[in-house]
Every structure is written in C-alpha cells, then in structure tokens.
C-alpha cells in the first residue's frame, strides 16, 4: 500500500457505474480530498438514471449469450457511452464543474481466469461498454474508463475493485467489518479493525447471486409486468424450501476458495430455469419460490463468511440495492445471530451509491499514480494502475 499523500485541494469527480441488475446509471458528484488513509470524500449528490427501455432490453439480451454483429456492438457501445456522459452532465447542473469523471461502463461478459497447468494461467476476459472516450469527448472532461483490464491483464480477475476503497473509506480502529453489497452479483470487503497489520489482512471476492436471480424470477412470475419484488414483500409472504436451498449451495462456484468473481453468465437466466426446474417437486408458490432464492442468497453468503473469513466480523454493513430489500436483510440477520447487519448508510457511507462513489475514488487514485486493485481481492500477483485516461 501507498503512504498517504495528503492534496489540500478538493478533487471534484464524477463517478458512474451501471452494474450486473442493468437497473440505471448511478452518478455521484463527489470532492475528495487525501489519498489512502486520509481519504475523505464527500457526496455533493447521487442520481439513478434509468436507461431508455429499449437499450436495457438490448444490453440484458446481450448478457444473457444473444449474438450480435460488430455493428451492433460498436452502436451499443456508443449508446451506452452516450447515456453515461448525459448522466455525467446532469448529475453536475447546479454545482461548481467537475474536473475528471471515472466511468466504469456496463459489464456485458466477465470471465474469470483459469488455472491452465502448473503456474500458467488462462488470463480472464471481462468486458465494459460505454467507451471512456466517448464519454470524455462529449462532456469535454477528462474521463478514466475500463478499470478492470490491468488487473487481468497480471492474472488477476479485475474484481471486485470496491473493496480497496471500501479499505480507506469504512474500516474503524476498533471494529472488525464485512462490507456487503447486495448488487445483481453479491461481493464483500472484509476489514479488520485498524491495528498493527490491519491492511495486510483485508480481503474480499463476489458471493455470488444476490438480486440477480430474484429479479428474473419476478419478471417472469408477472410475465414483465414487474422487474423487482419491493422490499421483498413478495418473498416475505412465502416460506424458504430448505431442501433445494442446500441442493443449489452444491454449486461449484460457493465451494471455490477467494479470490473468486462472476457474474450473470453463471447466475443467470439459465441458472434460473434450473432453479424452477429443480423446484417443480415442490410445487411451490410463487411467494415460495421467491423466499427459497432469497435464502439461497443469504445461505450463499453466510456459508462464504464461515467458510472463508479468517474470523466473523463484528458488524456487517450492507450497500447495494439489495440492501432496500427488508426481508432479505431480515433473513440475513438472522442467519448472522449475534453479528449485527447495519447499512453503510450507518457508517456514513451512502448505500445506494458506494459504487459508484468508488469509481470516482479510483478515477482519483488513477489521475496521482495510486494502485487501485487489491491483490487479495482479485487475485492479482501484484497491485497495479488501474483504468485508461481519455483527455477531456
Ligand atoms: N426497495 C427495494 N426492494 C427490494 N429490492 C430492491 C429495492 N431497491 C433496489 N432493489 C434491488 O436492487 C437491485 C439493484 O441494485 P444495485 O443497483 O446495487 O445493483 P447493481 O449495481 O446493478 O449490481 P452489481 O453490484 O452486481 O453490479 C434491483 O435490481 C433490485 O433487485
Ligand atoms: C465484472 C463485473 O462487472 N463485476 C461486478 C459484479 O457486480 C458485483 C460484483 O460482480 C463485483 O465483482 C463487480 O462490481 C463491483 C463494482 C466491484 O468491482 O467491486
């Protein structure tokens, strides 16, 4: 880790991701001032900018193996682009310019590496759409994009990147924390309390699903009318099947050790039809079927922290959408017993825009030279320079 380096001038940054639940761009508007341990940043405003209907169709097409043409890409790509700077505008009317947005675009495939024989590697494949280039000649502003290649590009799986920032901007000297963030895909930061070899020991990777396969199953028991279950109403009126609960913790992916990352290319639209599959004996309702993906989620998690974390936390804060989600957080806490589930909300960190606050951090941390990967998060051999600087 890099000594901090204290800059008395405020960064203003713009920070945007459209991550796996392909729900909108978040954009946050932040001033950050130091580095690593003196990170202080503040949240001058935070926006969800849903995508136009027919390019969400499109991208979640995309991401569930639909085939297309070079031309298609390039135009998805510049669509997406020209969505994230019409967010990056927006989110800025009414404030002082900012001076650098980092943008990191719209997963559309991530492949993790791959053991290939002793000490060979296959590299990981992950791609953003969105050009930062793009971004940076419409809004005039110089835009870092495409943060997880050089990460890969060591070994690495280029995620998740969060947890490095999460590091610097939510460990406390006394307290043990898990960061949870309760996105598409769930992912963790676990921090240790501030003492001697604090940083040498924080680590995290993806969990797996979290809202993912519940937002596919809600679409598809209302046929589209619905893309979510709010605050997990639904569920809550059903009861969890424990016997397929276990059945699909046998999942390969909750058994590897950490580092590990994935995505919607394994809990997807085919991991789902599996799960209705796999549910038919049961004949369980549609609330059922919603409370047992629910407690695949939490079971997913709290089997990954006993299984992985050095020690349980003291606290686990969570972020994400998932996050809003009552009773997914009520079965969360009850799985966790003792340890009590907060938001980062609660530890002064917005839950529903660390994400995208992150991505403006390691913009920052790219403009001074900072390594934003965390080897013991992705898997790198070594930290790195993190995203592409498009001049503004
Ligand atoms: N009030 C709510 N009740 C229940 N679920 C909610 C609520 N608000 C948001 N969500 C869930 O959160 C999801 C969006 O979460 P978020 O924006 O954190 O995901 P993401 O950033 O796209 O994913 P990832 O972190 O994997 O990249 C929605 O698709 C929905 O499932
Ligand atoms: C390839 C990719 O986009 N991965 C996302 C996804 O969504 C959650 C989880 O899987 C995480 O690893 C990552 O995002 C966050 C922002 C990260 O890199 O920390």
Redesign the pocket.
């Given at each position: 880790m890099y000594s901090s380096q204290a800059s008395a001038v405020p960064n203003r940054v713009v920070g945007l991701?459209?991550?796996?639940?392909?729900?909108?761009i978040?954009a946050a508007l932040v001033e950050i001032t130091g580095t690593e341990l003196d990170l202080k940043v503040e949240l001058l405003a935070g926006k969800?900018y849903p995508y136009p209907a027919d390019l969400r169709e499109r991208i979640l097409a995309v991401c569930a193996g639909e085939a297309i043409s070079m031309l298609e890409l390039a135009h998805m790509d510049d669509a997406i682009a020209l969505a994230f700077a019409q967010a990056a505008q927006n989110i800025q009317i009414g404030y002082q310019p900012a001076n650098l947005i980092g943008s990191h675009g719209q997963?559309v495939y991530h492949r993790p590496p791959k053991e290939a024989g002793v000490g060979k590697k296959n590299l990981g494949y992950t791609l953003q759409l969105g050009r930062g280039e793009m971004i940076a000649y419409l809004t005039g502003i110089t835009t870092v994009s495409n943060f997880r290649v050089a990460d890969i590009a060591v070994g690495g799986h280029g995620a998740p990147l969060v947890p490095r920032v999460d590091a610097f901007l939510l460990s406390h000297p006394h307290e043990s924390r898990c960061i949870q963030?309760?996105?598409?895909?769930?992912?963790l930061a676990y921090i240790p309390a501030r003492t001697d070899d604090w940083l040498s020991q924080i680590c995290g990777w993806d969990t797996g699903p979290?809202?993912?396969l519940?937002?596919l199953a809600?679409e598809r028991l209302t046929a589209g009318a619905k893309?979510?279950?709010?605050?997990?109403?639904w569920a809550a009126s059903g009861t969890p099947c424990y016997p397929l609960v276990e059945k699909w913790l046998t999942h390969e992916y909750f058994h590897l050790s950490p580092p590990k990352s994935t995505?919607r290319e394994l809990f997807g639209v085919a991991y789902l039809n599996q799960c209705f599959q796999d549910a038919e004996p049961y004949q369980l309702s549609p609330a059922d079927m919603l409370a047992t993906l629910t407690e695949l989620t939490v079971a997913s998690i709290v089997h990954s922290y006993r299984t992985f974390l050095p020690q349980m936390p003291q606290r686990v804060f969570l972020?994400?959408?998932?996050?809003?989600?009552?009773?997914?957080k009520q079965r969360l806490q009850l799985a966790l017993e003792t340890v009590p589930v907060l938001t980062t909300d609660e530890a002064g960190v917005s839950a529903?825009f660390k994400?995208a606050i992150a991505f403006a951090v390691l913009a920052h941390w790219r403009q001074l030279a900072i390594p934003g990967n965390l080897p013991t998060a992705t898997g790198a051999p070594h930290e790195v320079l993190l995203g592409e600087i498009h001049q503004g």
């Open positions: 991701i459209s991550g796996t639940s392909v729900d909108g978040d969800t997963t963030n309760l996105g598409g895909i769930g992912n979290s809202n993912s519940l937002d809600v893309t979510y279950d709010e605050d997990g109403q995505g972020c994400g959408g998932g996050s809003r989600n009552l009773y997914l529903d994400e």
